[in-house]
């Protein structure tokens, strides 16, 4: 059975930035913050890990390299070597707008099909919005039910604050 949340809604970012600090000082539950655009401080406000997409890129932008190095080098230097003007079958100056870009494709690709895949957001998932002009102009905090949890929101500034989900 799941439980009933209590949603607070802000018109400024700093009102949801001093909103998710109180929540996580008071020890009540955040379960998650809706913006119109990132917010600088919100992640630190509601005590969130540091994202791991950098080091997923990274390794993307690594087998990108690894694979344009492997493809051009096997490509020249083993299945067709060529001897043009006595040069070298592995001219590496030659290999760097292929690797950049294969690095580039690898890295950008991965990561976003990465993120796609931890946020859950499949090709037509049905969304539905916890609040009027949340995509526009409002921000909203979405905590734990509780007497604490009112408190909190009304105390940082919420201009509506409301309850969702089953209440038994």
Request: proline share 2%; hydrophobic share 45%; net charge negative.
């Given at each position: 059975?799941?439980?009933?949340?209590?949603?607070?809604?802000?018109?400024?970012?700093?009102?949801?930035?001093?909103?998710?600090?109180?929540?996580?000082?008071?020890?009540?539950?955040?379960?998650?913050?809706?913006?119109?655009?990132?917010?600088?401080?919100?992640?630190?406000?509601?005590?969130?890990?540091q994202s791991?997409?950098?080091?997923?890129?990274?390794?993307?932008?690594?087998?990108?390299?690894?694979?344009?190095?492997?493809l051009q080098?096997?490509?020249?230097?083993?299945?067709?070597?060529?001897?043009?003007?006595?040069?070298?079958?592995?001219?590496?100056?030659?290999?760097?707008?292929?690797?950049?870009?294969?690095?580039?494709?690898?890295?950008?690709?991965?990561?976003?099909?990465?993120?796609?895949?931890?946020?859950?957001?499949?090709?037509?998932?049905?969304?539905?919005?916890?609040?009027?002009?949340?995509?526009?102009?409002?921000?909203?905090?979405?905590?734990?039910?509780?007497?604490?949890?009112?408190?909190?929101?009304?105390?940082?500034?919420?201009?509506?604050?409301?309850?969702?989900?089953p209440s038994?």
């Open positions: 059975m799941s439980k009933s949340t209590l949603i607070g809604i802000f018109e400024t970012e700093r009102g949801i930035v001093e909103g998710a600090s109180e929540a996580r000082l008071s020890g009540v539950e955040i379960i998650d913050a809706y913006t119109p655009y990132a917010v600088h401080g919100l992640d630190t406000a509601m005590g969130l890990k791991r997409l950098g080091m997923v890129c990274f390794a993307a932008g690594v087998t990108g390299l690894l694979s344009a190095m492997a080098l096997g490509t020249m230097a083993i299945d067709w070597p060529m001897n043009i003007g006595g040069k070298s079958f592995q001219a590496y100056p030659a290999l760097i707008p292929i690797t950049f870009e294969l690095t580039i494709l690898f890295g950008a690709t991965i990561t976003v099909g990465a993120f796609f895949f931890r946020s859950k957001l499949w090709t037509g998932k049905s969304v539905t919005l916890v609040a009027e002009r949340i995509s526009d102009d409002r921000f909203v905090l979405s905590l734990g039910n509780g007497d604490q949890a009112r408190t909190v929101l009304e105390s940082a500034g919420a201009i509506e604050i409301r309850e969702e989900g038994e």
